[in-house]
């Protein structure tokens, strides 16, 4: 399997949003589904497409937080493609991007089990719960990658 990276501009910020719809309802996931809010990613950090066979499949995104410290602030592949393995093929990409980092943090929610076992395979740990993180009702787990 042979993933692509493509790096966002605003011109994708209507891609980025219908991917989002795929896994929009969820109450583990937290689809960003405003422009604005996409806006703020693409200025504040890198936000990736991943392509498999020229198909957008999903998306992922880090900023920097502070000199040695990097915050993914998505993690996301379409529905009809999850389970594939390929949520590790992006995290591994996101970690090889932030190589420097000395500190690596990310949020999910605590009933995403596939999610924190992925996590957790690459070294993450919990560091705290947040109840209401989003302001949607949902707690989500604070998750370290310490280097």
Do not use: C
Request: net charge negative; proline share 3%; hydrophobic share 40%.
């Amino acid at each position: 399997m042979k993933l692509e990276y493509k790096i966002a501009t605003q011109d994708d910020i209507p891609l980025l949003i219908s991917l989002e719809q795929t896994v929009s309802g969820n109450s583990t996931y937290s689809a960003e589904l405003d422009a604005n809010d996409w806006i703020e990613d693409l200025k504040n950090g890198t936000v990736l497409l991943s392509e498999m066979d020229g198909e957008v499949i999903g998306n992922a995104s880090y900023e920097p937080r502070g000199a040695d410290t990097f915050y993914i602030s998505g993690l996301m592949v379409v529905p009809k493609f999850q389970g594939k393995g390929i949520g590790r093929i992006v995290l591994q990409k996101l970690l090889d991007d932030m190589n420097d980092a000395k500190r690596i943090e990310l949020v999910t929610h605590p009933d995403n089990v596939a999610a924190l076992k992925l996590y957790e395979s690459f070294g993450f740990v919990v560091e705290s719960r947040h109840e209401n993180y989003w302001g949607e009702g949902e707690p989500r787990l604070l998750l370290v990658l310490s280097r």
